[in-house]
T-cell receptor, first 113, second 114 residues
C-alpha cells in the first residue's frame, strides 16, 4: 500500500517569491509520482509526473519537482510565483501496475501581492 | 479534443434517496476512474472501469456502485444516501488505464445530502 504526506496544509508567499511545496511518500513497491493543481470550483490538472529517468522533472506553468528516492520525497518548486498560482496542490502516487492514485491531503498556496 | 464532462454539476438530495452521476471521458479514452473529495478525508479512489469491466475498487461500502458503457461513458450510483456522502465526485479518464498514464479530470459533480 502507498501513502502520501504533504507536510504543509497552507503556504502563504509573496508574489514573485520562490516557493516549495513538500511531499513525502511511503511505499513497499516502486511508484510513479504526480503533482496536480486544483483551481477553485474546478477539477484537477496535471502539473508534472515522474515515471523514471532524470530525477528533476519539469512541468507546466514553470513548476518543477525533484524525485529523491533515499528521502522518499517529491517536492514541488517554482522560482517565482504569480497571483494566478493561487490554488490547491496535490501530490499523488500510484503503484506500478495500478491506475489508482493515492493523494496527499493537499497544500493551499496563497499568493499575496 | 473536448475534455472530460460530468453531469450534473450540482445536486441536492435528501438522506435515503439514491443518485446517479454521469461522466463522459475524452474521446478515445477507455479507462474511467472515480474519486470522492471531502474536506475531512481528502481525495479517495472509488473505482476504475475499463472496457465495461470494473478493474479496481477502493474501500467504499457497497452503496457505491458504477458501470461503464460500450462508448466508455460511465455512471456511478450511490444508494441510500447518508449525510457523509456530501462531496465533490470527480471522474478522470485515461487512454488505457495503465499505471503512470496521466489521468484527465472533469470538473466534478458537487453532491449535497440534506
Amino acid at each position: 500500500a502507498q501513502s502520501v504526506t504533504q507536510l504543509d496544509s497552507q503556504v502563504p508567499v509573496f508574489e514573485e517569491a520562490p516557493v516549495e511545496l513538500r511531499c513525502n511518500y511511503s511505499s513497499s513497491v516502486s511508484v510513479y509520482l504526480f503533482w496536480y493543481v486544483q483551481y477553485p470550483n474546478q477539477g484537477l490538472q496535471l502539473l508534472l509526473k515522474y515515471l523514471s529517468g532524470s530525477t528533476l522533472v519539469k512541468g507546466i506553468n514553470g513548476f518543477e519537482a525533484e524525485f529523491n528516492k533515499s528521502q522518499t520525497s517529491f517536492h514541488l518548486r517554482k522560482p517565482s510565483v504569480h497571483i494566478s498560482d493561487t490554488a490547491e496542490y496535490f501530490c499523488a502516487v500510484s503503484g506500478q501496475g495500478a491506475q489508482k492514485l493515492v493523494f496527499g491531503q493537499g497544500t493551499r498556496l496563497t499568493i499575496n501581492p | 479534443k473536448a475534455g472530460v464532462t460530468q453531469t450534473p454539476r450540482y445536486l441536492i438530495k435528501t438522506r435515503g434517496q439514491q443518485v446517479t452521476l454521469s461522466c463522459s471521458p475524452i474521446s478515445g479514452h477507455r479507462s474511467v476512474s472515480w474519486y470522492q473529495q471531502t474536506p475531512g478525508q481528502g481525495l479517495q479512489f472509488l473505482f476504475e472501469y475499463f472496457s465495461e469491466t470494473q478493474r479496481n475498487k477502493g474501500n467504499f461500502p457497497g452503496r457505491f456502485s458504477g458501470r461503464q458503457f460500450s462508448n466508455s461513458r460511465s455512471e456511478m450510483n450511490v444508494s441510500t444516501l447518508e449525510l457523509g456522502d456530501s462531496a465533490l465526485y470527480l471522474c478522470a479518464s485515461s487512454p488505457m488505464g495503465g499505471s503512470g498514464e496521466t489521468q484527465y479530470f472533469g470538473p466534478g459533480t458537487r453532491l449535497l445530502v440534506l
